[in-house]
């Protein structure tokens, strides 16, 4: 059974950092290319970070580029993302989700499995 379970969120201050991860079970993590999206209230959910199968390739969202870095460790089967200087504009359900390719994609439907989200709130 695939499962991809996301933790870390919560509410922080405007300028705080969070750390989510994602933790897959059920599929060859190793061969899985790994995004994180968001989704705002009222809005479309939306690429953030993504990782290829190795680590080595990242892409970011020009929205979070210089503030948040996503990693894997592909030895525990999970990825990560790490949130600093985290603004308003950040507050979203985040979601984890795995695409079996060997390239980066930010397209929402590539993606093959997702987890259930984390809640993000950030206070101004």
């Known amino acids: 059974q695939v499962q991809l379970v996301e933790s870390g969120g919560g509410l922080v201050q405007t300028g705080g950092s969070l750390r989510l991860s994602c933790a897959a079970s059920?599929?060859?993590?190793?061969?899985?290319?790994m995004g994180w999206f968001r989704q705002a209230p009222g809005k479309e959910r939306e690429f953030v970070a993504a990782?290829?199968?190795?680590?080595?390739?990242?892409y970011y969202a020009d929205s979070v580029k210089g503030r948040f870095t996503v990693s894997r460790d592909n030895g525990k089967n999970t990825v990560s993302l790490q949130m600093n200087s985290l603004e308003p504009g950040d507050t979203a359900v985040y979601y984890c989700?795995?695409?079996?390719?060997?390239?980066?994609?930010?397209?929402?439907?590539?993606?093959?499995?997702w987890g259930q989200g984390t809640q993000v709130t950030v206070s101004s």
């Open positions: 989700a795995a695409d079996r390719t060997v390239w980066v994609r930010m397209v929402a439907t590539e993606y093959e499995y």
């Open positions: 059920g599929f060859t993590f190793s061969i899985y290319a």
């Open positions: 990782i290829n199968r190795s680590g080595g390739n990242t």
